[in-house]
């Protein structure tokens, strides 16, 4: 068959596969990685002694073992233990594990980065220490972690290809399937390639208008 | 009874002794201004009135309400503390990302201990912000305002949850000269008001002409204390004396400079 016509041909495959598989599974993880990287971070900052060891364990767990790893691991790991989990659903748990390990120390830092007088001037209204982070702080760390976030985010983007590894049908996977009966496999690639490249692009220019948003609206 | 009685407050920074045992009065009403060289202790003082410091010793009580610090007080007993007392900072600390409006109702709303429905909390945060003369920039954010303007809004923060005594740390020495007269106006509002104000300051004409009582303190203790004309007028101590001379005249003793003069 002709290359072209077999490119033209998967061309809408590929892509509902990454609006159905990359994209939700990108989305979903990060969402629940920035909850699990807010609790770690918090944790590191925390005065108790066991909550800071936890936070620095995670961490350098996380960020000491590749990604690929992890996602066996975690693929493995619960029929182990004698839990039916499909593959979506472990593809997810990997991806928001990782993400929180690394997203955890950008907000940790961006925590830290909020002027000290904002935690004095909320304890002076009488803001109890969840108020105080919920409504003055972390939406000031926010400000600060949108410019590395946005860059988590877009790795995050191509690291979801690696759940294919585990089955999941995402835009990688779906290129593998289409190519094995036409062993055509240099077509997909640079086909899949190409997608993931346009939706980065997409999500660089959305990340610029982000931060212009954020330089716009009321600065310290 | 007075409202505010501190005893035997003693703080340490490492080996740095900043207070050293200060005990200190005041009375429902009345305006108490602490003056003293920089570095004297001025601030901590302030602060462990509210526990925005701990003290390792020391009992701190306002109206109802009494922490005892030698006692590892629980967050409870202070947040109780912190519910009788508004504070004003130096670096007015508004907070960015807030309405000046918001700024002001935040506690009212989110304070745990008072939570206040959003209507009823906005009427109250709009009458302070013309009491302080900033009724029209409700909408308006912290950063589209003049020093002044932001300080002001500091204090209608400070006013909004009603407190027994407000603090005042340096509320004009990070203010453009012009502007300082505007804050300090509204202060004497307050005082003329009633409110009760313990006032850390530079501001010596301030204190001549508002305080009720001026507080001297260098090197963590309570040098002396009375009404302004005896404190500014009559000072007693020859430190007292030291302090206001180098104040009211700050080109005073420069030696180079006489000898110029002179010859
Ligand atoms: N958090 C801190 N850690 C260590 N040392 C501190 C801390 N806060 C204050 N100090 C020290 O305590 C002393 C008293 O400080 P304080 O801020 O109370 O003085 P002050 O009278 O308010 O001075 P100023 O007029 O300059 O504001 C200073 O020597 C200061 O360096
Ligand atoms: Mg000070």
Known sequence: MDRWQLALDSLWPLVRAALIGTIPLTLISFILGLIVAVLIALAKLSKIRALRLFGSFYVSLIRGTPLLVQIFIIFYVFPFIGIRMDAWTCGIIALTVNVGGYAAETIRGAILAVPKGQWEASATINLDYVTTLRRIILPQAFKIAVPPLSNTFISLVKDSSLVSTIGVLELLRQAQVIATPTYDFLTLYIEAALIYWAICIVLSFAQKRLENYFDNKATV | ?263
Request: charged residues 20%; negative net charge.
């Open chain 2, 1 to 263: 009874m007075s409202l505010l009685s501190v005893r035997g407050i003693h703080k340490t920074f490492g080996k740095n002794q900043v207070i050293r045992g200060i005990d200190l009065d005041i009375e429902p009403g009345t305006v108490t201004v602490i003056i003293g060289p920089s570095g004297c202790g001025k601030t901590t003082l302030l602060r462990s009135l509210n526990g925005l410091e701990s003290p390792e010793k020391g009992v701190v009580s306002i109206d109802s309400v009494q922490v005892n610090y030698a006692e590892k007080p629980t967050a409870a007993d202070v947040s109780l503390l912190r519910s009788k007392t508004g504070f004003v900072f130096q670096a007015h600390h508004l907070f960015p990302h807030r309405t000046v409006l918001q700024n002001v109702t935040e506690g009212l709303i989110y304070g745990p201990s008072l939570k206040r429905p959003a209507s009823e909390a906005n009427a109250l945060g709009q009458s302070l912000l013309d009491q302080v003369g900033l009724g029209d920039k409700a909408k308006a954010y912290p950063s589209d305002l003049s020093g002044g303007q932001q300080q002001r809004v500091g204090i209608a923060r400070a006013l909004a949850l009603q407190p027994k005594l407000l603090l005042f740390d340096e509320p004009t020495s990070a203010l453009d000269p012009e502007i300082v007269g505007d804050v300090l106006q509204l202060m004497r509002k307050l005082a003329r008001e009633g409110w009760t104000m313990a006032v850390v300051t530079h501001e010596i004409q301030f204190a001549k002409q508002v305080a009720n009582n001026v507080v001297f303190v260098d090197q963590g203790v309570i040098v002396e204390q009375g009404t302004p004309q005896e404190v500014l007028a009559n000072p007693r101590h020859p430190r007292t004396r030291e302090f206001l001379r180098r104040v009211l005249d700050p080109l005073a003793d420069d030696a180079e400079y006489a000898e110029e003069v002179a010859s």
